[in-house]
C-alpha cells in the first residue's frame, strides 16, 4: 500500500496554524517573565492549541460533520478551566481577581486555527496580528483608557449618534428647489470632518498638558490648522527667543491641514485629487522643508522651548456640527448661484471667500461639483485657491498677533507657498 503524500495546500494550512499559535504564544510567553506571572499556557500550548483547533477543522471537513470541531473545542475549554481553577487557588489573595486574557487567547487561538482550515487563512492571519497587538500594548491602553475623561467619551458617544442613528434617517435626495442641498450627504460629509477633528482633539488629550510645539502643530493640525497658528502665534509674542519652535509647530499644522484636504479627496473624489495634487503637493513640500528646518534649530536652543496648548472644544458638539453644516450649505448655494449667473470666475471667488474662513467646506463643496460634465478643472482650481486664501489668512495672524522673529520666517515660507500654489494653478 502507498503512502498517500499530504497536499501542499494542506501542509501549508498547517503551518499557518501553526505559526498563528506560536505569535501569540510567544507574546503570553513575553508576558510570564516580565511580570513575573505563571499563566497555564506559554508558546508550546498555544501552538498546540491551534494546532488542536486546526485538526478538528479538518477531520470534520473529511468526515462531513462540525460535531469533532464543536467536541474539540468544549474539550478544549474544560481543559482550560482545569488548570485554570487550581492556579487561582494557589495566587496570593491580593491576585485572586487576576484576569482571564491568557484563557481567552487560547480559545482564540484554537478557533483561529479551524478559520484557517476553513477557507479563511487571511481573515484568521489578520485577526491573530491584531491579537497578539492588543495583547502586547496592554500598558499603553491602560494608560489611554485613563486618560480617557467624561467629555472625550460624550464626543465619540455624540460622534456614534451622528453616524449610526441621525444619517440613516435622513433623506438621500435633494431637497432644496436648486437641486443642491442633499440631507444625506450633508450630514455625511460633516460626520466626516468631525471624526478628523476627534481623532485629533484625543491625541492632543492623550499627549497631556505639557506638549512640545511641533508635537502640538501636529495633533492641532488635524483639528484646525488656524487654532494651532492663532495659539502658537500669540504665545511667540511673550518669547520671541522661541520663534524657531513656534514656526515650526505653525508649519506643520498646516502641512497637517494639506494631507487631510488631500485625504477627504482621496477617499470622496479621487479625479479632483488628481486635479489638485500638484498645487496641494508643492505647498505641502514648501512648508515641510521649513518645518523640519526650524525645529532641529529649535533643538539647539538652551534651555527648554515654551511648550503650548492649543485651545480645542468638543470637537462634536452639536452646535459646532449645525455650525460647519449651515457654513457648508451656504458655500454649496454660493457655488451653484455663481455657478448660473456669472462666469468661472464667479466660483473661484466664492472659494476665494469661503477659504478665507474654513478650508474643509469649499473643498467638500467642490466634490459634487467637479462631477459635472466638464467642471473638474473649474473645481480643482477652486480647491486650490480656497487654501491659497486660508494659507495667507493663517499667515495676516502670525504678522498681526505673532512676534516679529516668527511673523519673518512665517512670512517668507508663506511667500514660496503662495508663488508655487499659484503658479501651479495657472499652468495647470
Known amino acids: 500500500m502507498l503512502m498517500q503524500i499530504p497536499e501542499s495546500d494542506t501542509v501549508r494550512l498547517f503551518a499557518t496554524a501553526l505559526a498563528i499559535g506560536a505569535l501569540l504564544g510567544l507574546e503570553r510567553e513575553r508576558r510570564r517573565f516580565a511580570e513575573g506571572e505563571a499563566p497555564f499556557a506559554g508558546i508550546r500550548s498555544f501552538i498546540l492549541i491551534a ?9 470534520g471537513q473529511k468526515a462531513g460533520t462540525s460535531l469533532i470541531f464543536i467536541a ?8 482550560i478551566a482545569a488548570a485554570h481553577l487550581p492556579e487561582r487557588e494557589r495566587l496570593p489573595e491580593t491576585h485572586a481577581a487576576r484576569g482571564v486574557t491568557t484563557e481567552l487567547a487560547a480559545i482564540t487561538t484554537f478557533l483561529l486555527g479551524g478559520m484557517v482550515m476553513a477557507g479563511q487563512e487571511v481573515l484568521a492571519v489578520g485577526l491573530a496580528v491584531a491579537n497578539a497587538a492588543l495583547l502586547a500594548l496592554k500598558a499603553p491602553l491602560h494608560g489611554l483608557i485613563r486618560k480617557i475623561g467624561e467629555d472625550d467619551l460624550l464626543a465619540g458617544l455624540k460622534l456614534l449618534v451622528a453616524s449610526f442613528i441621525v444619517l440613516p434617517l435622513l433623506p438621500d435626495a435633494p431637497a432644496d428647489p436648486w437641486q ?9 460629509l460633516v460626520v466626516l470632518i468631525s471624526a478628523l477633528s476627534l481623532v485629533g482633539y484625543v491625541a492632543m ?6 506638549r512640545g510645539v511641533a508635537v502640538t502643530g501636529f495633533a492641532g493640525g488635524l483639528v484646525s490648522s488656524t487654532a494651532v497658528t492663532l495659539s502658537l502665534a500669540r504665545d511667540s509674542k511673550g518669547v520671541p527667543e522661541f520663534a524657531d519652535a513656534h514656526a515650526a509647530g505653525i508649519l506643520v499644522a498646516w502641512t497637517v491641514m494639506f494631507f487631510r484636504v488631500g485625504g477627504m479627496l482621496l477617499v470622496l473624489s479621487p479625479s479632483l485629487l488628481h486635479a489638485t495634487v500638484w498645487p ?3 505647498m505641502c513640500l514648501a512648508g515641510v522643508l521649513p518645518a523640519i528646518f526650524f525645529y532641529r534649530r529649535s533643538l539647539k536652543m538652551p534651555g527648554k522651548a515654551a511648550s503650548a496648548s492649543v485651545p480645542l472644544s468638543n470637537p462634536f458638539s452639536l452646535l459646532s456640527a449645525c455650525r460647519f453644516a449651515a457654513l457648508f450649505a451656504l458655500v454649496l448655494l454660493l457655488v451653484e448661484f455663481a455657478r448660473r449667473s456669472f462666469e468661472d470666475s464667479g466660483v473661484v471667488f466664492v472659494a476665494l471667500l469661503a477659504g478665507a474662513t474654513d478650508v474643509d467646506a469649499i473643498t467638500l463643496s467642490m466634490v459634487d461639483f467637479g462631477k459635472g460634465a466638464g467642471l473638474l478643472s473649474l473645481a480643482a482650481t477652486a480647491v486650490a485657491v480656497g487654501i491659497l486664501s486660508n494659507t495667507a489668512t493663517k499667515a495676516a495672524m502670525c504678522f498681526v498677533l505673532g512676534s516679529r522673529a516668527l511673523a519673518l520666517r512665517v512670512g ?14 495657472w499652468l495647470g
Do not use: D, I, S
Not at 474539540?72 to 481543559?79: E, F, R, S, T, Y
Not at 488629550?205 to 505639557?210: E, N, S, V
Open 72 to 79: 474539540a473545542l468544549a474539550g478544549v475549554c474544560m481543559l
Open 412 to 425: 517668507a515660507t508663506t511667500l514660496v507657498m503662495l508663488m508655487l500654489g499659484a503658479g501651479a494653478v
Open 280 to 282: 496641494l503637493g508643492l
Open 205 to 210: 488629550r492623550w499627549l497631556g498638558g505639557a
Open 180 to 188: 443642491v442641498l442633499n440631507p444625506y450627504k450633508l450630514w455625511l
Open 51 to 59: 494546532e488542536t483547533g486546526a485538526l478538528a477543522m479538518w477531520l
